[in-house]
């Protein structure tokens, strides 16, 4: 397995890892030619480390006597014992699901030796970690050109004490060197911190084979919007029933705010994309040019905060976990209602 070493990049920790079978994450991590399986992408990753208990202590002054530790009732914290770095705190029953049990519960719940490793990771120096199972890749024909969507299981766990275990559908789409998350409809299953290993791996397997099943019907469903001709009235239903859900926002009532103008100004870019967008020429005016359009400015062009690690990962996140996916997510959705 040839492999190649990337520098870190600024929007992740310093104690971060990454494996991947392509140059992404703006080249940080390490690359390799050939996918590796969960457990070989448990070391290429780094994320061969555990996560241990310890108690929580905070300064305290009691009438204006000297300053003194006093260690906090019912909670513990998490940190990584390789490097001492605490990731979170939890209540005291908590049990960490440690990152080698995931990888077991891949095998588990795929039956098979034979698993790929798209990507693997770790963010913010190990609170969230990741492996996404490459489960195969579709094409689509449009005009002279051939879309690539690649289909994956996402299986996603945090550290902080907060974020648990889950199992999810992905669909990237890999054309002209855009990254874009897809969904047709909300397909995770999440577990909580059992620390264990007693999963309810019937509920999983299930869950695996509805992703699979979900992957069928996606491409189904692009292959009829593809052929599909929406007038500029059926795509603007469509966007403002996509971006109202997406946002979780009312359409803005009074005119000459800047809620309006924003409004006013994504409707505006999502229309341009779907109709005129050089990467649509060969789909310009279908439903599946207004469905790219959404994704392009989920994954592209919406604003992202940055929280002090660089917008490169704040977009990241909000493509893998936040408003970004949130709005991919209901773009599939509203997709699949207007074309039934």
């Given at each position: 397995?040839a492999?190649?070493?990337?520098?870190?990049h600024?929007?992740?920790?310093s104690e971060d890892g990454f494996?991947s079978?392509k140059e992404?994450y703006?080249?940080?991590?390490?690359?390799?030619?050939?996918?590796?399986?969960?457990?070989?992408?448990l070391?290429?990753?780094g994320?061969?480390?555990?996560v241990a208990k310890?108690?929580l202590?905070?300064?305290?002054?009691?009438?204006?006597?000297?300053?003194?530790?006093?260690?906090?009732p019912?909670k513990?914290?998490?940190?990584?014992?390789?490097?001492?770095?605490?990731l979170?705190n939890a209540?005291d029953?908590?049990?960490?699901?440690?990152n080698?049990?995931i990888?077991?519960?891949i095998?588990?719940?795929?039956?098979?030796?034979?698993?790929?490793?798209?990507?693997a990771g770790?963010f913010?120096?190990?609170?969230?970690v990741?492996?996404?199972i490459?489960l195969?890749?579709?094409?689509?024909?449009?005009?002279?050109n051939?879309d690539?969507?690649k289909?994956y299981?996402?299986?996603?766990s945090?550290?902080?004490g907060k974020?648990?275990l889950?199992?999810r559908?992905?669909?990237?789409?890999?054309?002209?060197?855009?990254?874009e998350?897809?969904?047709l409809r909300?397909?995770?299953?999440k577990?909580?911190?059992?620390?264990?290993g007693?999963?309810?791996l019937?509920?999983?397997k299930?869950?695996?084979?509805?992703?699979?099943?979900q992957?069928?019907?996606?491409?189904?469903?692009?292959?009829?919007?593809?052929?599909?001709?929406w007038d500029?009235?059926?795509?603007?239903d469509?966007f403002?029933k996509?971006?109202?859900?997406?946002t979780?926002?009312?359409l803005?009532k009074?005119?000459?705010?800047?809620?309006?103008?924003?409004?006013?100004?994504?409707?505006?870019?999502?229309?341009?994309?779907a109709n005129?967008?050089e990467?649509?020429t060969d789909?310009h005016?279908?439903?599946?040019?207004?469905?790219?359009a959404?994704?392009q400015?989920?994954?592209?062009?919406?604003h992202v905060?940055?929280?002090g690690?660089?917008?490169?990962?704040?977009r990241q996140?909000n493509?893998m976990?936040?408003r970004?996916?949130r709005?991919?997510?209901?773009?599939?959705i509203h997709?699949?209602?207007?074309?039934?």
């Amino acid at each position: 397995m040839a492999m190649k070493n990337f520098k870190k990049h600024g929007g992740f920790e310093s104690e971060d890892g990454f494996v991947s079978t392509k140059e992404a994450y703006h080249g940080m991590g390490t690359i390799v030619t050939e996918a590796p399986t969960p457990y070989q992408a448990l070391h290429i990753a780094g994320l061969d480390w555990e996560v241990a208990k310890c108690p929580l202590y905070g300064a305290v002054e009691v009438d204006g006597e000297e300053t003194h530790m006093m260690e906090y009732p019912n909670k513990i914290g998490l940190y990584r014992t390789d490097k001492n770095i605490l990731l979170g705190n939890a209540s005291d029953h908590y049990i960490p699901i440690q990152n080698i049990q995931i990888a077991d519960l891949i095998y588990d719940v795929a039956e098979s030796e034979d698993l790929k490793v798209e990507t693997a990771g770790s963010f913010k120096n190990g609170q969230r970690v990741f492996f996404q199972i490459d489960l195969g890749s579709m094409g689509l024909d449009i005009g002279d050109n051939t879309d690539i969507i690649k289909q994956y299981a996402m299986f996603h766990s945090g550290h902080d004490g907060k974020t648990g275990l889950s199992v999810r559908q992905t669909n990237y789409r890999v054309t002209c060197g855009n990254v874009e998350s897809l969904a047709l409809r909300d397909s995770a299953i999440k577990l909580r911190h059992m620390g264990d290993g007693a999963y309810d791996l019937i509920s999983i397997k299930a869950k695996l084979g509805d992703i699979k099943a979900q992957a069928k019907l996606f491409q189904r469903t692009m292959e009829k919007a593809i052929q599909t001709d929406w007038d500029n009235q059926m795509m603007l239903d469509y966007f403002m029933k996509t971006w109202q859900k997406g946002t979780k926002k009312s359409l803005p009532k009074k005119k000459d705010t800047k809620a309006f103008d924003k409004f006013n100004s994504t409707m505006e870019l999502w229309h341009n994309y779907a109709n005129f967008h050089e990467y649509q020429t060969d789909c310009h005016g279908t439903a599946y040019s207004a469905f790219q359009a959404v994704t392009q400015y989920a994954t592209h062009d919406m604003h992202v905060r940055d929280n002090g690690n660089g917008k490169a990962e704040a977009r990241q996140l909000n493509q893998m976990f936040g408003r970004g996916s949130r709005l991919g997510h209901y773009a599939g959705i509203h997709l699949q209602e207007a074309l039934a």
